[in-house]
């Protein structure tokens, strides 16, 4: 069993700039990718970005690519998305997922665990 749990949202002016944190227990979290995916009222889940089990890589939607980076602390059992130029667009649940594999992936269906959210606003 994994538990995810996220923070660091909350209401931002467009332009700013916003840090989610996850944190992870329940099982060996550096063996595992991680990715941040969002959710925005009457919209799919979508992915955001990322990160195999080293950090080694990574990877980004084309919508925050430039703007969003993921990182994480094995050492820790956290990730992180932070997010600069934030735009209204940006709005959204986010949630934080732990894949099943080492590689990192878009696809939500390889993701097993996920967080229960997080809101991020940012007003125009």
């Known amino acids: 069993q994994v538990q995810l749990v996220e923070s660091g949202g909350g209401l931002v002016q467009a332009g700013g700039s916003l840090t989610l944190s996850c944190a992870a227990s329940g099982r060996t979290f550096s063996n595992y990718a991680m990715g941040w995916f969002r959710q925005a009222p009457g919209k799919e889940r979508e992915f955001v970005a990322a990160?195999?089990?080293?950090?080694?890589?990574?990877y980004q939607a084309d919508s925050v690519k430039g703007r969003f980076t993921i990182s994480r602390d094995n050492a820790n059992n956290m990730v992180y998305l932070k997010m600069n130029s934030l735009k209204p667009e940006d709005t959204a649940v986010y949630y934080c997922?732990?894949?099943?594999?080492?590689?990192?992936?878009?696809?939500?269906?390889?993701?097993?665990?996920w967080g229960q959210g997080t809101q991020v606003t940012v007003s125009s």
């Open positions: 990160i195999s089990w080293s950090g080694a890589n990574t």
């Open positions: 997922a732990a894949a099943r594999t080492a590689a990192w992936t878009l696809r939500d269906y390889e993701y097993g665990y």
